[in-house]
């Protein structure tokens, strides 16, 4: 019988890619019987999958929860239920309490519901989920070729397409859809923790920093599952197709993140200085002779960086009010909760896209003035706004330290004392008190200056 013809019976997960029955009848420990295999024609029918089905209702819609480092397999796996294929992952048992679940027909034209009525698959999910997470997750995918040379010109690899895992330290997402006619040209999925049913995120690819090995991360794709003899293997990543250490070639900028925060509000020429993984591959899908970013280029990115501020906001509210009731409960959980870390350094990297694309348009200014238009409230009497998040920022003077006051959470301190050396520049000349007349009465409205 010829390995086409056979139909493997797929495990739950394979660590050490456990032995199991070649028949064509399912054992008792299978979630689904293999009658396809993986090819390239697979791949491009995955892709077309995630383009036409994927969306940030997805896992909602059929009531499946995922955290940050399991909606890729999540994916995988439900493609694979549908077209019989084998579907194995690097880690995790071999056996779950799914196998004692009844097993279910499914039909390719009305999967949705046939998986909502399987409780051994949603089983077999939950089991993928425990078991995976972002240092496990890159043994199952492979590093593919990110660009090619057409004409003398670079541009996007065809290994680079919808499906892809795009990996890093502490995030797993899914390539969504990749659009070369817009200036953010590859977009993703993700979810992210605790683990819960929720509505997936659409972001442009963000991946800063450059991944020095697959062990770090990087654009992947899945390995393919193979029988072999009577286990299941992973196909080795030199054998995959699009395989290619590339990505990790690219020379990398020698700017860390922090400094160039510092320097996006005193040297306009180090933006363009300073690019991201994301910013290659995203400059590599783009079109030849696009043009400048657009208006919605533009508005998209500052519409993420007034929901996370506003995100913030109503973060620190309830953080602060559970200090001051004295109620913090779990202190664990508390300082999880209520740290911002993370999210600054989000903050810090959307921040940095913008500058880049008003740097490229040349509408820096403009830029900053629509920043300074997002007012903060951090109290009934003080008030601050984007800009002068990120100005405070760039000095290391927002605190995202969860026992912190509201008003070193926003840098309040920092924001004072310029306020001080503003009001102080104003009275040197009548001109500077006239060029610096509208930020002065902004900076009275905020309460940084008092009242004459």
Not at 271 to 282: A, Y
Not at 288 to 296: F, S
């Amino acid at each position: 019988m010829t390995r086409l013809k056979q139909a493997l019976p797929i495990l739950t997960l394979l660590a050490a890619l456990t032995t199991l029955s070649l028949s064509a009848a399912a054992s008792p420990s299978s979630i689904w019987t293999a009658k396809n295999f993986w090819s390239m024609e697979w791949e491009q029918r995955y892709t077309a999958f995630v383009q036409s089905e994927l969306s940030p209702s997805f896992l909602k819609e059929l009531e499946i929860p995922s955290d940050c480092a399991d909606l890729p397999v999540i994916v995988r796996a439900i493609f694979s239920r549908i077209n019989e294929l084998p579907f194995a992952l690097e880690q995790g048992p071999a056996h779950t309490q799914s196998s004692a679940l009844p097993t279910t027909t499914w039909n390719p034209t009305t999967w949705k519901n046939n998986l909502r009525e399987d409780p051994r698959f949603k089983a077999f999910l939950k089991t993928i989920s425990q078991n995976t997470n972002t240092s496990n997750l890159g043994k199952s995918l492979y590093p593919i070729q990110i660009s090619d040379s057409i004409n003398g010109s670079a541009s996007l690899a065809s290994s680079v397409r919808p499906g892809l895992v795009a990996l890093t330290e502490h995030h797993a997402r899914v390539i969504w859809k990749i659009t070369p006619n817009q200036w953010r040209s590859i977009w993703e999925l993700s979810s992210t923790v605790p683990y819960a049913v929720r509505t997936l995120q659409i972001n442009d690819l963000s991946i800063d920093d450059y991944p020095a090995s697959p062990r770090e991360g990087g654009l992947l794709a899945f390995r393919w599952p193979e029988a072999c003899g009577s286990k299941w293997c992973l196909r080795a990543p030199d054998k995959m197709p699009g395989y290619s250490m590339e990505q990790y070639r690219i020379p990398k900028p020698d700017a860390p993140l922090e400094r160039w925060l510092e320097d996006s509000f005193r040297d306009t020429g180090a933006l363009f200085q300073v690019g991201t993984f994301s910013d290659t591959l995203q400059a590599l899908a783009r079109i030849a002779g696009y043009g400048d970013p657009t208006e919605k280029d533009f508005s998209v990115i500052l519409d993420e960086i007034f929901a996370s501020l506003t995100l913030r906001q109503d973060t620190l509210k309830k953080c602060d009010a559970l200090l001051t009731s004295g109620r913090i409960g779990n202190r664990a959980a508390f300082e999880f909760n209520c740290s911002t870390e993370n999210r600054d350094g989000e903050l810090a990297r959307k921040l940095r896209r913008l500058m880049d694309l008003g740097h490229f348009a040349g509408r820096m200014g403009e830029m900053e003035t629509r920043l300074g238009q997002h007012v903060i409230p951090i109290d009934e009497h003080r008030k601050t706004d984007a800009y002068q998040f990120f100005l405070a920022k760039s000095e290391h003077e927002i605190s995202a330290v969860p026992y912190d006051s509201a008003l070193k959470r926003w840098g309040w301190a920092f924001l004072m004392k310029r306020a001080q050396g503003m009001l102080a520049l104003s009275q040197e000349s009548p001109e500077q008190a006239q060029a610096l007349a509208s930020e002065i009465k902004t900076l009275r409205d905020y309460g940084q200056i008092g009242t004459p």
